[in-house]
């Protein structure tokens, strides 16, 4: 059987890439250190890159839209888990941080049950690019601070929050919109 040509593409094989590379990321914050830190940092600019890149190129299918959104909130969710193991964000924050993704896969699921699609919104949007601005922001405020706990990050933290929460309520508010009679 041949593999289909629509998970073959270089859109969807970048937004792998940004996944995996957040399993590098959570290794070097978790070990820490300026070297590694710097690295780390390095690596969250090219996986950022990555992500505008492929969202620049499109996705050309609706598994390339899957792909794109599964590996952005598997990349920052492993980023956020390198915060966890470095002592930088505790558990119940990260459960917060990540609990709007997984109640929008159900939301999701049930809007095309309902024979409506419910494609990202700008709230997707902000909420990625809190994120990416929090973790840059965090491992920048480490490096400053020697490799140590980095000061300031709870700020961050909140605001990734916001945004999460920001995202959840405006996706269930449009599916509520789309699904009532």
Not at 45 to 63: F, N, Y
Not at 126 to 149: D, Y
């Amino acid at each position: 059987m041949q593999p289909d040509r629509a998970l073959l593409t270089l859109p969807n094989a970048l937004s792998a890439l940004r996944g995996i590379l957040g399993l590098a990321i959570v290794w070097l914050i978790s070990e820490g250190g300026i070297s590694l830190l710097t690295v780390a940092l390095v690596l969250m600019l090219a996986a950022e890159g990555l992500g505008l890149v492929t969202h620049r190129m499109g996705r050309a299918s609706p598994i390339g839209e899957i792909a794109a959104a599964l590996f952005g909130s598997v990349y920052h969710l492993t980023v956020f888990v390198g915060f966890l193991a470095a002592g930088w964000l505790p558990a119940w924050m990260l459960f917060v941080l990540f609990f709007p993704d997984l109640a929008l896969t159900y939301v999701r699921t049930f809007a095309r049950q309902s024979g409506h699609d419910l494609d990202p919104g700008m709230a997707d949007r902000i909420k990625a690019v809190v994120h990416a601005l929090a973790q840059l922001g965090i491992v920048g405020l480490a490096l400053a601070g020697g490799g140590g706990e980095p000061a300031g990050a709870w700020v961050l933290l909140f605001a990734a929050m916001a945004a999460s929460l920001y995202a959840l309520v405006d996706r269930a508010t449009e599916a509520g919109r789309r699904i009532a009679p």
